[in-house]
């Protein structure tokens, strides 16, 4: 699609579980965005990258939370040792250059730790 | 502080009424900045960037005033459809971009 894909949709995890979560950007994207969404909040940003370089990760949490984008195209976002705080929809964004231009957002994943 | 403020409404107005939303912003290096809409359990979309001279896009109007670092969005003849929660973004990029995005103000439309 040309789109910005994320999967899994909805992820249930056990506290204590490790979990990764996918982004595709639309392609051709340098910039790539994770927030964090909690209901009834605005996305919080969380990390940066243009092209496979993080550039910005100061809205990480913790050190539990780490991103990644290897090749500049696909990207993960891993959260370790999930805490119930964790809860939340994970948003990915792409866009051609950085934060000049429209951010397009994939439809997210819904993470619940239980 | 959060970097970006917005009031969190919700609003509640009649179909066809004017409404206007106000935001504002604390870092003084922000370059760019756009009202975004959501909707119940989807993802932000772009509504319109916003201008240092102003803008206007059909019923919505978007003003930005840097030295009070205050952004609004005016809906006029308001729309079934414009109920939405509408997120006021701000970004910066030197050696990096950050996309910072305010919690969002709820508006709903009543028939």
């Known amino acids: 699609g040309a789109g910005v894909s994320q999967s899994p949709r909805y992820k249930v995890a056990k506290r204590g579980q490790d979990v990764a979560l996918r982004c595709d950007p639309i392609s051709g994207h340098v910039s790539l965005f994770w927030y964090q969404q909690a209901l009834g909040q605005g996305p919080e940003f969380l990390t940066y990258f243009q092209n496979e370089a993080q550039l910005d990760k100061s809205g990480l949490p913790s050190d539990r939370f780490f991103a990644e984008r290897p090749e500049g195209s696909v990207s993960t976002l891993k959260i370790q040792r999930t805490q119930q705080e964790d809860s939340a929809v994970y948003l990915c964004a792409s866009s051609s250059r950085g934060g000049q231009t429209e951010a397009f957002f994939g439809q997210g994943t819904r993470l619940t730790v239980v | 502080r959060k970097e970006v403020e917005q009031d969190p409404g919700p609003f509640n107005v009649p179909e066809g009424a004017t409404v206007a939303f106000n935001c504002t912003y604390s870092?003084?290096?922000?370059?760019?900045f756009f009202w975004y809409r959501q909707d119940c359990r989807k993802e932000p979309k772009l509504l319109m960037s916003v201008y240092s001279s102003g803008n206007e896009d059909g019923r919505f109007t978007a003003q930005l005033n840097r030295a009070s670092q205050y952004i609004s969005l005016l809906i006029r003849d308001s729309k079934l459809s414009d109920s939405a929660t509408y997120l006021c973004v701000v970004s910066r990029y030197s050696s990096a971009s950050k996309i910072i995005f305010g919690s969002g103000t709820r508006l709903s439309i009543r028939p």
């Open positions: 870092n003084s290096a922000s370059q760019s």
